[in-house]
């Protein structure tokens, strides 16, 4: 039986290392959805060029070739909509979106965040885990919403800190555990299992019929490779 594949777009702003493993995932032949587009705000993002070399269609729609913000996102969106896209990714993308744009996309966009939400909302992630003294890291997909790193938590990946690690050994474990988790979560959005509902994520996994909300979350090891067996197991 085929598969009707959910249609997703990328949205970049610099190396589209998540895009190209979501890129990757979406090859496979019981894959949920297909990358059709991908977009980023700033030309010189080399995410566009490996866009290009995997066949998929790239475009940089530039915050600085537009009068303002709005106008901006008016010309992302119709772009989308050139697509027939389904779901919105954001995979790196730097520039915080309106509410308005959120709005429009709302439970068909999702984010991957470089920690444990609520925790360290913004930038440098890494560093602050580290300065923080924390001994659990990790990363986050969640649906996008009008606060930044906000929204409602659909998948999360622990990475442990070990006392040697340094900003960049857990930025490099931490990333692997995103490349792990992305595009488990994003099938889970494609195939309608975890849906945004009201403010919280509805899911539905492997036939349970109990319509008890669930959460996700792989556990990874000290080489940041997730334990995908572990996505059999789900707490109530």
């Known amino acids: 039986m085929s598969i009707t594949k959910k249609r997703v777009a990328v949205l970049i702003s610099g190396r589209g290392s998540n895009m190209k493993t979501l890129a990757e995932a979406a090859s496979g032949p019981r894959a949920s959805y297909e990358i059709v587009g991908v977009i980023s705000d700033k030309p010189e993002a080399t995410g566009l ?5 995997l066949d998929i269609e790239a475009r940089a729609i530039s915050r ?3 009068p303002d913000k709005t106008t901006h996102e008016a010309a992302i969106d119709a772009q989308l909509k050139r697509w ?7 995979a790196g993308y730097m520039r915080l ?30 560093r602050r885990a580290l300065e923080g003294g924390l001994r659990i890291h990790g990363c986050t997909v969640h649906f996008v919403t ?5 929204g409602p938590i659909i998948a999360q990946a622990a990475v442990p800190v070990s ?17 792990q988790l992305y595009p488990l979560a994003l099938d889970l959005v494609a195939t309608g299992r975890a849906q945004l509902v009201g403010n919280r994520v509805a899911f539905d ?3 349970a019929s109990s319509g008890r909300e669930r959460i996700l979350s792989p556990s990874t090891g000290h080489d940041g490779e997730a334990d995908l067996e572990s996505l059999a197991r789900f707490t109530p």
């Not at 009008?146 to 906000?150: L, N």
């Open 64 to 66: 600085k070739d537009f």
């Open 97 to 126: 979106l309106s509410a308005d744009f959120v709005e429009t996309w709302k439970g068909r966009m999702v984010n991957i965040h470089p920690s444990l939400l609520p925790l360290f909302k913004g930038l440098d992630t890494h």
């Open 49 to 53: 060029n490996h866009a290009a070399a």
């Open 146 to 150: 009008a606060e930044m790193d906000g």
């Open 205 to 207: 996994h492997l036939g």
């Open 163 to 179: 006392p040697d690690d340094n900003e960049d050994s857990l930025t490099r474990r931490v990333l692997a555990a995103e490349h």
């Open 84 to 90: 027939n896209v389904e779901i919105v990714a954001l």
